[in-house]
């Protein structure tokens, strides 16, 4: 036998991959290039689209924050002006205290946050909640990491409740 490179070696190896190809294809399933899925999915730089649940594909995130005002004889939590969502690197959405969305009760504040469309998956969500500070007046922030995951159809709904102790 010949070596591997000579070219009627190599010939001869195309010749079998062809025959052993399955029949109406012209290669081998080993060598097929797979088909990437015809939905449409989010890449990292896509906006992500609010509202409800259209695609079947998709499934949908509704996220509740609730920021606690608590008191105790060592420390106090006061309500978070701000809330920011995000996974990565990426804002989701952010909610004010002036904006609507937001719902002022007597020791806590809500942040309803719009449902938010994505493919389905896990993923790590981190939730900032952003305050001025009560000495330094400099804008101070506590955050939760939660995991979550979405089902094609589905809507998540996430409540967390995030207190804002001050240091």
Known sequence: MKHPNHPRF???VAVLLLLA????RGQSPALEVPELPATGTLLPGDPIPTGAVADPAQGSLKVIVESVYERTPRQYSGLATRVELWIAERRL???AKDEAGVSDLRHRRLFEFEPILMP???RFL???AYREGPLSRDEKWKGRTVQFGIHAGRETRLFI???FHVW
Do not use: Q
């Open 161 to 163: 409740r995030l207190p």
């Open 21 to 24: 190809a399955p029949a109406g």
């Open 120 to 122: 389905p998956g896990y």
């Open 93 to 95: 959405a952010t909610l």
């Open 10 to 12: 190599l010939v001869v």
């Open 126 to 128: 981190t939730v900032r």
